[in-house]
DNA sequence: ACCTAATCGAGACGGTACGTCCGGTCTTACT
DNA sequence: AGTAAGACCGGACGTACCGTCTCGATTAGGT
């Protein structure tokens, strides 16, 4: 993810850490675009340097952060019921963005995302892509099983799922256990 | 919209199409954020206060550009086949955003809208709000047909719909009609 | 002296002498040096760009400073006695550096003008040459009373007299009444 | 001159010369103060940290430069004609100024002097006092042998001479064998 | 000839200032 | 009164160096 990284050998992993910390929870206090390079650098205790050295922009930095409170996080379970698991693993990410300062990250780089392709594309490589790839493992396994007909779209599914959760965090819209029920009703009726 | 609005009688008309004309132009071309009111009044031969007389930021002026835009162009059809009236009107969409500025506009948008509640309100109020109540109104004559079941949770149904073009189109997707088939399809097949 | 002056009618006056006052007190507190623009423009509480837009360097808003400080100072009597109006001119020059902070502004110009040129005939234009002129105007006439010998070389008794005073500032070594004194004695021992 | 003198015994010498090296051409083609530290570093290939452990700034390393080529050029003959004398004695540090990049290196000097009250005494101490002692035994000579006036004030004979010197080199104008020849003719008019 | 400690090149680090851009406000002269 | 123009204060941008610091790798002298 940084830019043209140096040797990464040398690299301080004291401030590393700091400058992620105090990115999302300057984020969480201010908002992402409240937040300048300048106050992560302030806060972290750290030369401006020191954070154009090793990320190339603001997002990257954020980017980061948020991979990293993800990363532990999502996880699908296989039980064997598909639309179980799902509420679970979608439960879990609701409350990932209510609870942390993981969901104003997340709008901040999608926001961000609209004028750094750059940006997007990383985001997208990060934190979609392997979403991606485990939901559909998850899906497959559970067509095998014949929970779900094997001629189901799975992309177009998966996009319908996480889409509607976006879009209600962009929108500023609750996401509350009934709104997951409900997509998980409607998108599920026909498929198994 | 105006954020104080002075005499609306005195207003120059020539300033203000000049403005709005100005703004969606250079965000075609530079994206939303590459774009500053500076750059607006200078490429619409305008003064920085005039711009800040008659709108309280960016954001604004760039939701009355995007709403004058968009006002005459999506309408419901009602031919009795919801699912059909639906691919028309979302494939219309589509096109409104394939085609013309209204795409990087309302991309914008959101965006600022992530750091500016008053403006994602505005942005809800004025165009995401007419929607609602429209695809409401079809949907539930369409319910009174009995074409869609009666228990059918339209709000849920409309933000699937909505949300996953929204989706992809933040996250630089391509939407083609196929896409649209298979979300109709999956949304629909346990509804009706 | 601007670098490349706007609309000069334009211009905040107060704004002006802030900065102007802000950096003579910089100065002699801190060293010509130490002094950043930033500095400046936070001492005089005026924003950096309204610095850049009239000047094109610290040094040019010193040289401003420094010539608006000298301007009323230095003038040459004619009192008819050559030796003796020099003199008094002399010391009052000595007396500026030591009780203002001229000198220190002084001092800085000379020392940054070894690296920008600009700089170094922009000092020339506003402070030496006016003295060069006035100088030679005040031997002419000493010369016509046959106070000096008609055939003295005045541009090199020039240089003598202040060069001596500017080579013993810069080395840090005082200057007293008894050096004018001698300096005189020695530099008009046989031109008159 | 080292700030604080590690163990000379292990010192590097190719590293010392590749710094004074790289000082002194540095400056010629920049100028004192468009080098920086990291430049000489770079330019030597050599760690800043070699530079910083064996002086103590920027000005150390110019003046061991300078110092170094200074050393074996300017010595006052005596040929029993104290003008002539001081002619060749002058000549000779004027062409070391002009053809040699001493010239950029006492200028920056003298500048940096300004604003390090240590550097300008190291200076003093290694360039200026030399020349006072050996000015001033020619002198002495000169007066014993009856060639110069014994109540003559040497110190201020001296300051005038080499000040001359220094101020048209500071202020960029150019010194040629006839401002020498005049500067001798003014100053020894009265004082034999 | 070996060992160990200092020096070396390299470059990351916390900082300060650079000169520029733009935000939002205010002022001036013209229409 | 509204407008085009643009100066104003403020704050962040991304870069250059400062002087300090930490790394192995090399190199010296004392044994």
């Keep these: 993810m940084p830019a043209n990284p140096p040797d990464p050998g040398r690299r301080n992993e004291r401030s590393r850490r700091a400058i992620l910390d105090a990115s999302l929870s300057l984020i969480g206090e201010l908002g992402y ?8 650098a ?4 750290v030369g401006k340097q020191t954070i154009y ?10 980017l980061e952060a948020a991979t990293d409170s993800l990363d532990p996080v999502v996880v699908f379970p296989d039980t064997g019921d598909i639309v179980e ?3 679970v693993q979608l439960t879990g990410i609701v409350e990932l963005i209510a609870n942390t300062g993981f969901g104003s ?7 961000a995302g609209q004028s750094d392709r750059d940006l997007l594309r990383a985001l997208h490589d990060q934190i979609i892509a392997p979403n991606i790839t485990a939901f559909g493992q ?3 396994s559970a067509q095998e099983r014949g929970e779900v007909r094997a001629d189901a779209d799975v992309q177009t599914l998966r996009d319908l799922l996480y889409g509607v959760i976006e879009y209600r965090l962009l929108h500023a819209m609750p996401i509350e256990p ?4 409900a997509v998980l009703a ?3 009726q026909g498929v198994r």
């Design 85 to 87: 698991d799902l509420r």
């Design 138 to 140: 998850r899906l497959t």
């Design 53 to 62: 050295r090793w990320w190339s922009s603001k997002g990257e930095v954020v």
């Design 42 to 45: 302030r806060r972290a205790g």
């Design 105 to 111: 990250a997340y709008q901040g780089l999608i926001a």
């Design 33 to 40: 675009d409240n937040v300048s390079v300048e106050a992560i």
């Design 186 to 188: 409607i998108t599920f």
């Design 178 to 181: 009934g709104h997951i029920d």
